[in-house]
């Protein structure tokens, strides 16, 4: 049962490497061979066609993908049409490409021309207009940020200018200490100069006593 039920899912992978092979890689090459080295026109012009047929089909994938087509059909069945379908317009001798181009695509495209050309012109237009707005915005919002930030630089410029060193700094501590040191010592002093002068005057009040004793002897 495992056996086979992995089967189909290697097969699936092996056709949509096959089909990437087929609708990609080998179209890749022949045009660069068609430009490189000049061939016909119709070579050219083939390829030309084929590549404007594969954008519509990748758009036309997309919408297959998002209706799940290959869970109704099976994914090998759905890789082996595209696979199919692919090599119809990969071969030139096929014809299909020329086909498929000059009856659905170039009918579609020259009766709707003027309206796409139009079309592409206002949406450049507005495109214009849009990156114009955008890049007027993104300067005013440069110029006012940059504003911000040279302030910001400034203000940091200024604050590192009146800051002082650890060096100074220490000097300014050992400096106030000395004059806190030389405050405390003239304070002392000055509570010396009371105490001598109150000796003074009991050795005179002594002096007095000791006088009127002897006279009163």
């Known amino acids: 049962r495992r056996t086979s039920d992995r089967r189909p899912r290697v097969l699936s992978r092996l056709m949509s490497a096959l089909t990437l092979c087929v609708g990609i890689i080998f179209p890749v090459y022949a045009s660069f061979k068609s430009m490189q080295h000049k061939r016909r026109t119709s070579d050219v012009s083939h390829w030309l066609k084929y590549w404007i047929l594969f954008a519509i089909w990748s758009q036309v994938e997309v919408v297959l993908d998002l209706l799940s087509i290959d869970s109704f059909i099976g994914s ?34 020259e009766a709707h021309e003027a309206d796409i050309d139009a079309l592409l012109e ?58 806190t040191e030389a405050s405390g010592a003239q304070a002392a ?22 006088t009127a004793e002897e006279v009163l002897k």
């Open 76 to 109: 090998f069945y759905y890789e082996l049409i595209k696979l199919a379908l692919l090599s119809l317009l990969v071969v030139p001798q096929l014809g299909g490409t020329a086909h498929v181009f000059e009856r659905l695509v170039l009918p579609a495209l």
């Open 122 to 179: 206002r949406g450049y237009t507005l495109a214009l207009a849009k990156a114009a707005d955008a890049k007027r915005a993104a300067l005013g919002l440069l110029l006012e940020k940059g504003q911000d930030v040279q302030a910001g630089v400034f203000k940091l410029l200024a604050q590192l200018t009146v800051k002082t060193s650890p060096q100074e700094q220490a000097h300014a501590r050992k400096h106030k200490h000395k004059i």
């Open 189 to 210: 002093d000055e509570d010396f100069v009371p105490s001598a002068a109150s000796f003074t005057t009991g050795a005179s009040e002594i002096s007095a006593d000791s």
